[in-house]
């Protein structure tokens, strides 16, 4: 295990300044070795992979702004808690990529997803492009059986194929709950609008039992309704929690691959995904279509996306005793 605060706290310092030192999340310590996994909590995982995106590409630039965006532990002060002197967080690096080669790239990451949940610590991945979600929840549904499902995105991705290709970052839903691994009746959808996907895929997804809250569901009955419908519609069971930033207005976060006017602020994500959290039993998270315009903490798009998991670390740390 490598502590990138060491040799600021040999000066008695509690903590190092954002720009120096071995860059990970929230400068947690870092190890690539299962072994050190014993009484760790949570284990951040970067997906930096973007070969399967249907429009704007460069979402393999996530993990690292997002790391380069997170800032240091500290109290959240609406919560009154500091999810990261509540819970044991380490940072597990990348899944090894092969650029160019999905396939194996996603095998790599079920691989060391998997390694995470086989400790029995819950793995929060930052993507990469939405494709990253189907060996994310593969590796857990490995382990918990199907899982429950809280989607926050404009776009359902429950396509059977996009441009006529089946493993896509519009078809890792579709794939999840046909092949078992997500429970279509404790699946809900949250934020969705634009022009995509249309009456096949809609319908399908009525047939399984699949939950959608348009985003004119979350303008007219409010956040926190949506919310209430979504843990009541979910229930009891081990649920993932995935995160596209495109459910943001493009005007919050500019730097996604496939934007859509008309989104949610901030300000409402930020506090579902504490809320969420908080009342579900998650057993994995993941943040998904970060394009950073650039790598360092003046990205929007990534500063966002490291406050996202903040908000589910700062729920799962008030979900403890
Ligand atoms: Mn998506």
């Known amino acids: 295990m490598i502590d990138p605060l060491e040799r600021w706290r040999e000066l008695g310092l509690p903590d190092k300044p954002d720009y120096a030192g071995l860059l990970t999340y929230a400068g947690m310590p870092y190890t690539q070795q299962a072994g050190e996994l014993d009484g760790v909590d949570v284990a951040i995982v970067g997906a930096p992979t973007d070969d399967l995106v249907s429009d704007r590409p460069g979402t393999r630039f996530g993990p690292r702004a997002i790391r ?9 002060l609406e919560a009154r808690i500091d999810a990261f002197e509540k819970l044991s967080v380490v940072d597990f690096g990348d899944a090894a990529v092969v650029p160019a080669d999905p396939q194996r790239t996603h095998a790599e990451i079920e691989r060391t997803v998997g390694e995470v949940v086989a400790a029995g610590v819950l793995p929060v991945i930052l993507g990469g492009d939405h494709s990253i979600t189907e060996p994310n929840v593969r590796a857990l549904a490995a382990r918990h059986g199907a899982v429950g499902l809280v989607h926050l995105d404009t776009h359902t991705d429950t396509g059977s194929e996009v441009f006529g290709v089946e493993v896509s970052h519009g078809t890792p839903m579709y794939r999840l709950v046909r092949d078992g691994h997500v429970a279509g009746s404790r699946y809900v959808q949250i934020g969705l609008r634009g022009y995509w996907p249309g009456e096949t895929e809609l319908s399908w997804q009525r047939e399984h039992g699949i939950t ?15 919310v209430e419908r979504t843990v009541e519609r979910v229930g009891a069971g081990p ?15 500019p730097g996604t691959g496939t934007p859509e006017p008309g989104g949610m602020t901030s300000v409402d994500l930020l506090w ?21 315009t650039a790598v360092g903490s003046a990205d929007v798009t990534a500063l966002v996306a490291d406050r996202i998991v903040r908000e589910a670390l700062t729920g799962i740390a008030l979900r403890r005793p």
Request: net charge negative; glycine share 4%.
């Open 68 to 76: 380069a965006a997170s800032c240091p532990p500290g109290p959240h």
């Open 212 to 226: 959608s809250f348009f985003m004119h569901d979350v303008r007219d009955l409010g956040i926190r309704e949506v």
């Open 239 to 253: 649920v993932f929690l995935t995160v596209d930033v495109d459910v943001l207005d493009p005007s919050v976060a």
């Open 272 to 292: 579902a995904c504490r809320e969420l959290a908080r009342r579900l039993d998650l057993v994995g998270v993941d943040v998904v279509e970060v394009i950073p």
